[in-house]
Nanobody, 114 residues
Framework: QVQLVESGGGLVQPGGSLRLSCAAS????????MVWYRQAPGNQRESVAS???????DYVDSVKGRFTISRDNAKNTVFLQMTSLKPEDTAVYYC????????WGQGTQVTVSS
């Protein structure tokens, strides 16, 4: 059974930082591309950051220079370090694993507000 479990969300003030984690089980983690998505109320889900099994990364323009995606294949975990957070970063953040199949986590809420 495949599971992706996100953690690390919460309430943070503008300019603050959060680190999201996504722990995977039931898959050969190292061969999967891992993607962080987010969905704000009324908006479509969007890809925020991705990392291949070999460590190549990509980001949506709105988070470049502020967010960093990384992975620890020994721990089957992918991270999203978020800095200089803005109110418009408020969303539910989802972890996605893709290879021959595609799997989703349940999401973690990030709220940026003063």
């Amino acid at each position: 059974q495949v599971q992706l479990v996100e953690s690390g969300g919460g309430l943070v003030q503008p300019g603050g930082s959060l680190r999201l984690s996504c722990a995977a089980s039931g898959i050969i983690f190292s061969v999967y591309d891992m993607v962080w998505y987010r969905q704000a109320p009324g908006n479509q889900r969007e890809s925020v950051a991705s990392i291949t099994g070999s460590g190549s990364t990509d980001y949506v323009d709105s988070v470049k220079g502020r967010f960093t995606i990384s992975r620890d294949n020994a721990k089957n975990t992918v991270f999203l370090q978020m800095t200089s957070l803005k109110p418009e970063d408020t969303a539910v953040y989802y972890c996605n694993a893709r290879h021959r199949s595609c799997y989703w986590g349940q999401g973690t809420q990030v709220t940026v507000s003063s």
